[in-house]
């Protein structure tokens, strides 16, 4: 359903010679050729580099140690955005990058004086993830110093080690990103400790999203399907909410989850290769009285170094299975920690080849085409030429990485190698 990410490799053969200045000679001629034909922004995905200015737009000079692959490569930062290609569909046949707990940025500063003590999940802003693709916001709420915030904590309490900022300064972003692409629409998913009467309706009000909402009384609630991205667009209905308390339905018009999706179990428990279990709260993944589907794809415990592994081949598979698990039915959201980080395409691939199944029934959402019958695709290849967002004129979000992995910059241990061979030819 899914095939494995290719691990290209190339190899460099020299034909022995008993001359060694002319050995030297064409070393250094591959050396150049090598260095001369990919560099200056010319560089795709899975091509060798050794800055962030050798990549192509929408990509960064990155590499996966957990996977033994130090090599920096080109990789993947931004998502391909479906309605540019496919338009005019229902909302719930489209696939989207969500992001879990995209607030809890791991360079986000603490309260004044306070260390703080948490899980980070993300790496950067949550208007660079819009802007990079991401469609999707996994948001955790709470009545915090007389207002609401966004906390990453336990046992439904917020503390000032576990607190971010208040959440009217991330639905800001939101409502900046909105308002700046009138044809884009995005999901918020609230899990909700908030008590405050009408607390989360003046939340959302005061930051200027009320204008955009999506009314619960225009949501499908028998399985049927969405009203079309276009509706939406025309409409003004370009923001979703869905708060994990279910009397906020009738109290404040905020439409309660699992009424109108499905979602696997999170954690540990979601990222079983095999297995694709729903969350208590949610009916079974095949259940039918409900149009979307969120798949949660991330471990327990966070760790940015081990992400680029999550989203390598493995993530493909865990699709698979649970769109098995659904009744062959394709997850709307794929929700994961540190979304840029991976062996090459990661979640960016995986959701090429959602929409593209989905939409077209190609093998990558870039080999579909308007207007064609379903299953007419385009001759790309999946693996190193699936276009960016940039490549379709939308978004232009810088990558953000966390430390050094930002701008991975390693000599090229090959070219080192090489001269070393050559001096030691020259002295025999």
């Not at 909302?91 to 603490?110: C, E, G």
């Not at 999901?187 to 989360?200: A, N, S």
């Not at 709307?332 to 979304?339: E, G, I, T």
């Amino acid at each position: 359903m899914f095939p494995s990410f290719s691990d290209p490799s190339s190899l460099c053969r020299a034909s022995a010679t008993p001359n060694g200045y002319f050995l030297l000679l064409l070393i250094i001629y591959v050396l150049i050729i090598n260095s001369t034909a990919c560099s200056n922004g010319n560089c795709q995905v899975l091509e060798s580099c050794s800055s962030v200015t050798d990549c192509g737009p929408g990509l960064y000079c990155g590499n996966c140690p957990a996977m033994g692959k130090n090599q920096p490569i080109c990789t993947r930062g931004q998502a391909t955005i479906p309605t540019t290609i496919i338009n005019g569909l229902p909302f719930n046949k489209y696939s989207w990058l969500m992001t879990h707990n995209a607030f809890s940025i791991v360079d986000a500063p603490p309260l004044p004086g306070v260390q703080r003590i948490t899980f980070y999940n993300q790496e950067d802003t949550v208007t660079n993830q819009l802007r990079n693709g991401v469609r999707g916001l996994m948001l955790d709420m709470y009545d915090f110093e007389n207002d609401i915030w966004l906390c990453h904590s336990f046992r439904g309490q917020c503390y000032n080690f576990t607190a971010f900022q208040p959440a009217i300064n991330t639905l800001k972003e939101v409502e900046t990103f909105l308002s700046q692409n009138p044809s884009e629409i995005v999901t918020i998913i609230i899990e909700d400790y908030v008590h405050t009467p009408k607390g989360l309706t003046n939340l959302f009000t005061n930051a200027g999203l009320d204008k955009y909402w999506f009314p619960v009384s225009k949501m499908p609630r028998k399985g049927e399907d969405w009203l079309t991205v276009t509706e939406m667009v025309q409409e003004n209905h370009r923001l979703l909410v869905f708060t994990s308390i279910a009397s906020k339905e009738a109290d404040e018009g905020i439409a309660y989850q699992w009424r109108y999706m499905v979602e696997n179990e999170s954690g540990d428990g979601g990222v079983v290769r095999g297995s694709c279990p729903n969350r208590k709260e949610s009916q079974p993944l095949n259940s039918k009285s409900a149009s979307l589907f969120l798949q949660n794809s991330f471990p327990t415990f966070p760790v940015e170094s081990d992400s680029c592994k999550e989203h390598s081949a493995v993530l493909g598979d865990l699709v698979g299975t649970c769109y098995k698990a659904a009744g062959n039915v394709m997850p709307n959201f794929l929700a994961v920690n540190f979304y840029m980080r991976s062996d090459g395409g990661g979640v960016f691939d995986v959701l090429d080849r959602m929409n593209g199944q989905t939409l077209c029934g190609c093998s990558t959402v870039t080999a579909c085409q308007a207007g064609a019958p379903f299953g007419t695709c385009k001759n790309v290849a999946v693996s190193n030429t699936t276009q960016t967002a940039n490549a379709f004129g939308s978004f232009s979000g810088s990558v953000q990485l966390s430390g050094s992995a930002s701008t991975i910059q390693f000599p090229n241990i090959l070219y080192f190698y090489l001269l070393l061979f050559s001096f030691l030819l020259l002295q025999l």
